[in-house]
């Protein structure tokens, strides 16, 4: 029997609302049994959610990161923890996460063409500074974006380069900024107390949290095991 173990990054302090009504809606509608599991905080921890399933029999673990890039919690986290919590040859797929579905596209490209043409366009990603993919991904992304629109579209980063603070440093005028996070949570947080600290005139674009895109990006990932 084939179960999907959907897996949020969660908090340290608390689990994250956020999104998981999207999720609950396609759970109840799979053909397959699933479980959620956070890779972070006390709750209804990834290794519980393993556990769970081979108590309902499993005989095939489906893992899908409700992430947005493989970075380290997709290519070394999420294998290494399932690994130490199945036997030994027990078979499984890990699903790539939901930064490169046509779906999150579509989110970007409607939030930007609503952008006015007075206003240069910044986004902001989660960023890595172990792994490249991510950023040339999201600028892949981004640039396709930009080809159809006829903007210039600027990408930053959190963590590691091009550093979204640099990027705004060269950037007198106001500028239309998207937070590319799947929720509106702590580093979101800072990073607009930081940069509304020295500008304060931006305009900001919405998350992706409670949008349909979320559910409609983890059904295209569900059709690949389909």
Known sequence: ???????????????????????????????????????????????????????????????????????????????????????????????????????????????????????????????????????EQLYALTQRISEKLDRKILVGQHLGTPFYLALLAGHDAPMAILPFFLTEGRIVGNIKQKINKNRGFDKWLPTMENRPEIKEAILERLKEIV
């Open 1 to 135: 029997m084939r179960v999907i173990i959907f897996t949020l990054h969660g908090r340290r302090d608390t689990v994250s609302k956020a999104n998981i009504a999207l999720i609950e809606e396609i759970q109840s509608g799979l053909e397959f049994p699933s479980k959620i599991g956070y890779l972070e905080g006390g709750v209804n921890t990834f290794e519980k959610a393993i556990a769970g399933t081979l108590r309902l029999g499993a005989t095939e673990l489906v893992i899908l990161p409700i992430l947005l890039f493989s970075a380290t919690h997709v290519r070394q986290d999420i294998p290494e923890r399932l690994e130490r919590s199945i036997p030994e040859g027990f078979p499984y797929q890990i699903l790539e996460p939901l930064g490169t579905t046509q779906a999150l596209e579509r989110f970007v490209s409607a939030e930007l063409e609503s952008v006015p043409a007075k206003l240069d366009i910044l986004v902001i990603s989660h960023g890595t500074e172990h792994y490249r993919q991510p950023f």
